[in-house]
């Protein structure tokens, strides 16, 4: 089992910086990768940004890329999201997963964190 803490969501507006964090803690040696969603209201869960674990390499959505920045920290039991240059199309509730590697599927999630961009 793997279980999954995010924080630093907020209220911010248009043009600010928030960053979130993702705790990760339990069998953390079997995850592939880390990555964030989002969903906002009446939408589906969309990805965002993918960090593979035994590498550091990153993916992003096309709308995120170039504003948004995942890493991790020295220790590696914890992901980070830097959002720069927020817009309001970015509010959403933002989830982290972990991938596994046995299935190659988001099977963890984090209760997930609000992130509100006024104009």
């Known amino acids: 089992q793997v279980q999954l803490v995010e924080s630093g969501g907020g209220l911010v507006q248009a043009g600010d910086s928030l960053r979130l964090s993702c705790a990760a803690s339990?069998?953390?040696?079997?995850?592939?990768?880390m990555g964030w969603f989002r969903q906002a209201p009446g939408k589906v869960r969309e990805f965002v940004a993918k960090l593979r674990w035994s590498d550091g390499n990153t993916y992003y959505a096309g709308s995120v890329k170039g504003r948004f920045t995942i890493s991790r920290d020295n220790t590696k039991n914890t992901v980070w999201m830097q959002m720069n240059s927020l817009k309001p199309e970015d509010t959403a509730v933002y989830y982290c997963?972990?991938?596994?590697?046995?299935?190659?599927?988001?099977?963890?999630w984090g209760q997930g964190t609000q992130v509100t961009v006024s104009s």
């Open positions: 339990g069998r953390t040696g079997s995850t592939y990768a």
């Open positions: 997963a972990a991938e596994s590697l046995a299935s190659r599927q988001y099977d963890y």
